[in-house]
């Protein structure tokens, strides 16, 4: 393409005037040429493109001056170059120019009121009215600037990143930022960049780097590393991200986060855009159009303005709670990223927008730490709960610090608030009139006492009802149902609870699915995989607001009476099916519906009628109890449903022999003794053969563990032929396998037989989770016969099956007899190790040390002979480190692999100490800070700041900035930095 242009003294140009000519070589190899002159500037499409080349003249452009194909390469060269060094230093669009040896008055000016201004040097203030050019029309000498005009070291002090010299207008009206200006006869150009696009928020007049409407941040972000990570990726490969959550959950925060990070990748810039207060849907493109600067005036419809005036812009635009204008906003966003290929939407919103193309990432709660162990006060700080609710009480509380004895209450503050930010800087607010201890303790009723929130907020923010109110009031009135009755479950429900327990009035059976489907896709429930099961959640904070809805609708009895009925009939299925090929299964549903069972349990003791149901139930739980830990709990249930239900029926005297077995486990003999009195005399009383089947079996076990071994072998044989009677096989393989365990302990030849008769009963059956008790017996029988080579594989195939079915009393027992077969071996430190971690799985099963009184014996032999070899310090320190490690870590240890050490720290060093600078570096990464906003706060150039990141990432070895955050926030403590020991910080080299 070309375009004419006259040569000074010709038509076209102003007479005395000299003409400034300029010739384009685009991408595509066309050519055309420019004429600038002073009063007039004539833009052409091609400076748009940004591989131009261009070459300014004063010559007679009366053929096209062609650029030379070696002028042409260096002007790409140029480009490339210059490209390099924009994206580094100051983020702005690339503009490849390249003059040649003729003067230019001007670059580009700036469109005010659809009209050019009058051109002047660039750098002349607005108010300079000195010559442009001498009388003969020559420019000025570059000895001598004209008045009003700044010398070259004065432009180019206004290049610097940081330039802000008032009355100075520096912008064009290229939409690069860039501009090259030849002055005088040097024939290198001076290139001013403008570092004040992202300040420019006014409305979108041609694309501009940093451009757009971010509201600033007044608190400080706080963790969140991951999540931006994961949005960010998201927005790279599709065109709509929705980010989802309960309300008071940070989407709103998350999202600007997020678009101020990536409005760096948009010419356009990232707009943000409050749906909040809008309540009509109608509005929603006219209230775009406002947020974009745009007034819309014209007579055309406020869609089809913003439509039009997208269409090809490169922009980010962040559409902020579009919960209560779903449908509208769902058909606004469609039209919009079918019209502006350019276009991306961030969504945030307690539902998704359910269109094509969406991706949605839900935003989780903030992490806590565990209420009941919680790490010291230094390392809670990792925990973005904790994290936050200290910086907020150090906002309203300036001296507040988290010591020790805030540890605890501070841990259950945040677990109890499921760590939602906006419940977490509720209570946070609180401090100036509650410690933590007391916050703890009125957190009952959360709802009152988290009503007072900024001022300034929207409403649904400023107390932590007003946030669950506007999710129930998105709710149908089917949904407020289910939300109201689903509140009955804690930690969480599969579907066939969910329809036992919601199905009656107002909800039939058939629309439970529905129902929960859709209070997962407004945020009210979660959907997780558990070990294979898929489960429903809903935070507590959640639940109490559901709760109180049932306790106002007056169903909470008749409820929670069908949550009780449905675990009560899940236990007994479990109890009749144990023995088989589903028990592994059923261990784990079990264990998983730990917390329902306990609610249950509790609803049938606090009612007076329905204390038979609890007995029941709490009998049922007696095999997977053993396994599964919490003996002492067990028996609680166990204590007071006996206590409360006196009535003479077999279920009681099965109550009895399981509170028995349990008592007999934990050392309790005495009470043992009382309830095998009172078994064996209701069991004669009922005549039940089942009952008195059991109460022969108790017998039997009592001796067993009182050191009476034959009269536990005449007993139990007792037993086992009464149990076979009954039909009743788990009954029956319990009473053999005790049998085959006093034959072991008495040295009898049948011990091995017996114990092979009871390993091929669960290989008939596929009960795998009971097949690791046979393989420990013939372990320990292997070990007493002094044959340790043999004991250790099957004790080894025992623990690995008793991790799988997560069987702690058998993992423990495993793990015991290995370290004495160890020990025997001659590896004293492994020995002492697994010493350690069979104490602490002893103690998450609810047994301090093996029960049986000769077993107590190998134990202490074990130990005297391990400290003689090693020594006080080093036994202690190998029994130390194997009661840090996790079962899954004590089971790779035994089957010798290492230990994976029981902390998230990596432990490699940098191979140099960072310096202090590189340490504030980090600081300020952990808190989410762009090299821009790091530059500032240091006082560096954004370049500076990028070099320092590059360094630290090789120092570090890591892939990612946000992988430096994250251990930042894992190794630092307010008010003290990234922790270091001698200069040096403890990152990972794992990558």
Same mark, same amino acid.
């Given at each position: 393409?070309?375009?004419?242009?006259?040569?000074?003294?010709?038509? $076209?140009?102003?007479?005395?005037?000299?003409?400034?000519?300029?010739?384009?070589?685009?991408?595509?190899?066309?050519?055309?040429?420019?004429?600038?002159?002073?009063?007039?500037?004539?833009?052409?499409?091609?400076?748009? $493109?940004?591989?131009?080349?261009?070459?300014?003249?004063?010559?007679?452009?009366?053929?096209?001056?062609?650029?030379?194909?070696?002028?042409?390469?260096?002007?790409?060269?140029?480009?490339?170059?210059?490209?390099?060094?924009?994206?580094?230093?100051?983020?702005?669009?690339?503009?490849?120019?390249?003059?040649?040896?003729?003067?230019?008055?001007?670059?580009?000016?700036?469109?005010?009121?659809?009209?050019?201004?009058?051109?002047?040097?660039?750098?002349?203030?607005?108010?300079?009215?000195?010559?442009?050019?001498?009388?003969?029309?020559?420019?000025?000498?570059?000895?001598?600037?004209?008045?009003?005009?700044?010398?070259?070291?004065?432009?180019?002090?206004?290049?610097?990143?940081?330039?802000?010299?008032?009355?100075?207008?520096?912008?064009?009206?290229?939409?690069?930022?860039?501009?090259?200006?030849?002055?005088?006869?040097?024939?290198?150009?001076?290139?001013?960049?403008?570092?004040?696009?992202?300040?420019?928020?006014?409305?979108?007049?041609?694309?501009?780097?940093?451009?757009?409407?971010?509201?600033?941040?007044?608190?400080?972000?706080?963790?969140?590393?991951?999540?931006?990570?994961?949005?960010?990726? @998201?927005?790279?490969?599709?065109?709509?991200?929705?980010?989802?959550?309960?309300?008071?959950?940070?989407?709103?925060?998350?999202?600007?986060?997020?678009?101020?990070?990536?409005?760096?990748?948009?010419?356009?810039?990232?707009?943000?855009?409050?749906?909040?207060?809008?309540?009509?849907?109608?509005?929603?493109?006219?209230?775009?159009?406002?947020?974009?600067?745009?007034?819309?005036?014209?007579?055309?419809?406020?869609?089809?303005?913003?439509?039009?005036?997208?269409?090809?812009?490169?922009?980010?635009?962040?559409?902020?709670?579009?919960?209560?204008?779903?449908?509208?906003?769902?058909?606004?966003?469609?039209?919009?990223?079918?019209?502006?290929? $350019?276009?991306?939407?961030?969504?945030?919103?307690?539902?998704?927008? %359910?269109?094509?193309?969406?991706?949605?990432?839900?935003?989780?709660?903030?992490?806590?730490?565990?209420?009941?162990?919680?790490?010291?006060?230094?390392?809670?700080?990792?925990?973005?709960?904790?994290?936050?609710?200290?910086?907020?009480?150090?906002?309203?509380? %300036?001296?507040?610090?988290?010591?020790?004895?805030?540890?605890?209450?501070?841990?259950?503050?945040?677990?109890?608030?499921?760590?939602?930010?906006?419940?977490?800087?509720?209570?946070?607010?609180?401090?100036?009139? @509650?410690?933590?201890?007391?916050?703890?303790?009125?957190?009952?009723?959360?709802?009152?006492?988290?009503?007072?929130?900024?001022?300034?907020?929207?409403?649904?923010?400023?107390?932590?009802?007003?946030?669950?109110?506007?999710?129930?009031?998105?709710?149908?009135?089917?949904?407020?149902?289910?939300?109201?009755?689903?509140?009955?479950?804690?930690?969480?429900?599969?579907?066939?609870?969910?329809?036992?327990?919601?199905?009656?009035?107002?909800?039939?059976?058939?629309?439970?699915?529905?129902?929960?489907?859709?209070?997962?896709?407004?945020?009210?429930?979660?959907?997780?995989?558990?070990?294979?099961?898929?489960?429903?959640?809903?935070?507590?904070?959640?639940?109490?607001?559901?709760?109180?809805? @049932?306790?106002?609708?007056?169903?909470?009895?008749?409820?929670?009476?069908?949550?009780?009925?449905?675990?009560?009939?899940?236990?007994?299925?479990?109890?009749?099916?144990?023995?088989?090929?589903?028990?592994?299964?059923?261990?784990?549903?079990?264990?998983?519906?730990?917390?329902?069972?306990?609610?249950?349990?509790?609803?049938?003791?606090?009612?007076?009628?329905?204390?038979?149901?609890?007995?029941?139930?709490?009998?049922?739980?007696?095999?997977?109890?053993?396994?599964?830990?919490?003996?002492?709990?067990?028996?609680?249930?166990?204590?007071?449903?006996?206590?409360?239900?006196?009535?003479?029926?077999?279920?009681?005297?099965?109550?009895?022999?399981?509170?028995?077995?349990?008592?007999?486990?934990?050392?309790?003999?005495?009470?043992?003794?009382?309830?095998?009195?009172?078994?064996?005399?209701?069991?004669?009383?009922?005549?039940?053969?089942?009952?008195?089947?059991?109460?022969?079996?108790?017998?039997?076990?009592?001796?067993?563990?009182?050191?009476?071994?034959?009269?536990?072998?005449?007993?139990?044989?007792?037993?086992?032929?009464?149990?076979?009677?009954?039909?009743?096989?788990?009954?029956?393989?319990?009473?053999?396998?005790?049998?085959?365990?006093?034959?072991?302990?008495?040295?009898?030849?049948?011990?091995?037989?017996?114990?092979?008769?009871?390993?091929?009963?669960?290989?008939?059956?596929?009960?795998?989770?009971?097949?690791?008790?046979?393989?420990?017996?013939?372990?320990?029988?292997?070990?007493?016969?002094?044959?340790?080579?043999?004991?250790?594989?099957?004790?080894?195939?025992?623990?690995?099956?008793?991790?799988?079915?997560?069987?702690?009393?058998?993992?423990?027992?495993?793990?015991?007899?290995?370290?004495?077969?160890?020990?025997?071996?001659?590896?004293?430190?492994?020995?002492?190790?697994?010493?350690?971690?069979?104490?602490?799985?002893?103690?998450?099963?609810?047994?301090?040390?093996?029960?049986?009184?000769?077993?107590?014996?190998?134990?202490?032999?074990?130990?005297?002979?391990?400290?003689?070899?090693?020594?006080?310090?080093?036994?202690?320190?190998?029994?130390?480190?194997?009661?840090?490690?996790?079962?899954?870590?004590?089971?790779?240890?035994?089957?010798?692999?290492?230990?994976?050490?029981?902390?998230?720290?990596?432990?490699?060093?940098?191979?140099?100490?960072?310096?202090?600078?590189?340490?504030?570096?980090?600081?300020?990464?952990?808190?989410?800070?762009?090299?821009?906003?790091?530059?500032?706060?240091?006082?560096?150039?954004?370049?500076?700041?990028?070099?320092?990141?590059?360094?630290?990432?090789?120092? @570090?070895?890591?892939?990612?900035?946000?992988?430096?955050?994250?251990?930042?926030?894992?190794?630092?403590?307010?008010?003290?930095?990234?922790?270091?020991?001698?200069?040096?910080?403890?990152?990972?080299?794992?990558?």
């Amino acid at each position: 393409m070309s375009h004419a242009a006259a040569a000074p003294g010709r038509p $076209g140009s102003p007479a005395g005037r000299p003409g400034v000519f300029g010739s384009c070589t685009r991408q595509d190899n066309r050519t055309c040429t420019h004429a600038f002159s002073e009063d007039a500037v004539h833009r052409c499409a091609c400076f748009v $493109g940004r591989r131009t080349a261009v070459r300014f003249s004063s010559t007679d452009p009366s053929g096209i001056v062609t650029p030379t194909p070696t002028a042409t390469g260096g002007a790409q060269s140029a480009l490339v170059a210059e490209r390099q060094r924009s994206r580094r230093e100051a983020g702005v669009r690339e503009c490849g120019m390249r003059s040649l040896r003729e003067p230019v008055a001007l670059a580009f000016l700036r469109p005010e009121g659809g009209r050019h201004e009058r051109s002047r040097q660039l750098g002349e203030p607005r108010s300079a009215a000195g010559p442009r050019h001498t009388p003969d029309g020559d420019p000025p000498p570059r000895s001598q600037a004209p008045s009003g005009q700044l010398p070259r070291k004065a432009l180019r002090r206004l290049a610097a990143p940081r330039t802000s010299a008032p009355g100075w207008d520096l912008r064009g009206a290229h939409p690069c930022p860039t501009a090259v200006v030849q002055l005088g006869t040097r024939r290198k150009p001076i290139v001013i960049t403008s570092s004040r696009q992202e300040d420019r928020t006014g409305p979108m007049t041609g694309p501009r780097r940093d451009a757009g409407r971010i509201p600033a941040e007044v608190t400080t972000f706080v963790g969140r590393q991951h999540e931006m990570s994961q949005a960010r990726t @998201l927005l790279t490969r599709s065109r709509l991200l929705t980010l989802t959550g309960a309300g008071g959950i940070g989407k709103t925060r998350l999202a600007l986060r997020v678009a101020r990070d990536v409005r760096r990748s948009f010419p356009d810039g990232a707009w943000v855009v409050d749906l909040g207060p809008v309540e009509d849907g109608a509005l929603l493109a006219q209230t775009v159009l406002a947020a974009l600067g745009l007034d819309h005036s014209s007579a055309l419809p406020a869609l089809t303005v913003l439509v039009d005036h997208l269409a090809d812009k490169q922009l980010l635009l962040v559409l902020d709670n579009c919960e209560h204008l779903l449908n509208a906003s769902a058909v606004l966003v469609r039209m919009l990223l079918a019209a502006a290929p $350019g276009l991306k939407v961030l969504v945030t919103s307690r539902q998704s927008l %359910g269109i094509d193309a969406e991706s949605l990432l839900t935003v989780p709660p903030l992490s806590t730490p565990d209420p009941d162990r919680p790490p010291p006060p230094k390392a809670m700080m990792r925990y973005a709960a904790v994290q936050l609710f200290v910086e907020r009480a150090s906002a309203v509380l %300036g001296d507040f610090t988290l010591g020790e004895d805030d540890r605890l209450a501070v841990a259950g503050i945040c677990h109890r608030l499921d760590g939602i930010p906006l419940a977490i800087e509720l209570a946070a607010a609180r401090v100036r009139v @509650l410690c933590p201890q007391q916050l703890l303790t009125v957190l009952d009723d959360r709802f009152a006492l988290l009503d007072q929130g900024s001022r300034a907020a929207p409403a649904r923010q400023q107390t932590l009802r007003a946030a669950i109110d506007c999710s129930f009031d998105l709710c149908t009135p089917q949904e407020q149902w289910g939300w109201a009755r689903l509140s009955v479950f804690c930690g969480g429900f599969d579907l066939e609870a969910a329809e036992a327990v919601c199905a009656g009035e107002e909800l039939a059976r058939e629309q439970v699915l529905g129902v929960i489907a859709e209070l997962v896709d407004k945020s009210v429930l979660t959907m997780e995989s558990r070990r294979g099961l898929g489960r429903y959640r809903m935070l507590e904070t959640i639940r109490e607001y559901g709760r109180d809805l @049932l306790r106002l609708g007056g169903e909470e009895t008749a409820v929670r009476r069908r949550h009780r009925d449905h675990y009560r009939a899940l236990a007994a299925r479990a109890e009749a099916d144990w023995f088989s090929a589903r028990q592994e299964n059923w261990s784990t549903r079990l264990y998983l519906e730990r917390t329902n069972i306990r609610a249950a349990l509790e609803f049938c003791l606090s009612t007076p009628h329905d204390v038979g149901a609890g007995l029941a139930l709490a009998t049922s739980l007696w095999g997977n109890a053993l396994g599964a830990g919490n003996l002492d709990e067990q028996r609680r249930w166990l204590g007071q449903a006996l206590a409360r239900d006196t009535e003479p029926t077999p279920a009681r005297v099965r109550a009895l022999w399981a509170d028995g077995w349990l008592a007999l486990l934990l050392g309790d003999f005495s009470t043992a003794k009382a309830r095998l009195d009172a078994c064996q005399d209701l069991a004669e009383r009922l005549g039940d053969a089942e009952s008195l089947a059991h109460a022969v079996q108790f017998a039997g076990l009592t001796a067993l563990f009182g050191g009476d071994f034959p009269a536990a072998v005449r007993l139990l044989e007792e037993a086992y032929d009464r149990h076979r009677a009954t039909a009743d096989l788990w009954a029956e393989w319990t009473a053999l396998f005790l049998l085959a365990l006093v034959y072991c302990l008495t040295d009898n030849p049948r011990a091995s037989a017996m114990a092979e008769q009871c390993l091929a009963l669960c290989d008939a059956h596929d009960a795998r989770w009971s097949r690791s008790y046979p393989l420990w017996l013939l372990g320990l029988q292997h070990w007493l016969g002094g044959d340790a080579q043999r004991a250790i594989p099957l004790l080894q195939d025992g623990l690995r099956i008793a991790r799988s079915g997560r069987n702690l009393l058998c993992a423990a027992q495993c793990l015991e007899v290995l370290a004495w077969a160890t020990a025997k071996d001659g590896c004293g430190e492994q020995a002492a190790a697994l010493l350690g971690a069979a104490q602490t799985t002893w103690q998450s099963a609810g047994i301090a040390l093996p029960g049986l009184g000769r077993l107590l014996h190998y134990h202490s032999e074990c130990e005297a002979r391990l400290r003689a070899s090693l020594g006080d310090t080093a036994y202690a320190a190998a029994v130390k480190m194997g009661t840090e490690l996790t079962l899954d870590e004590a089971t790779d240890y035994a089957l010798g692999e290492p230990p994976t050490p029981p902390t998230t720290l990596r432990p490699a060093h940098p191979p140099m100490p960072l310096t202090r600078r590189q340490r504030q570096v980090i600081e300020l990464l952990a808190q989410g800070l762009t090299d821009k906003q790091i530059a500032g706060k240091l006082v560096l150039s954004p370049r500076t700041v990028e070099g320092h990141v590059y360094r630290l990432l090789a120092v @570090l070895g890591f892939d990612s900035r946000t992988q430096i955050a994250t251990w930042a926030v894992e190794n630092s403590t307010p008010g003290h930095g990234v922790h270091h020991e001698s200069g040096s910080v403890r990152p990972g080299a794992a990558r």
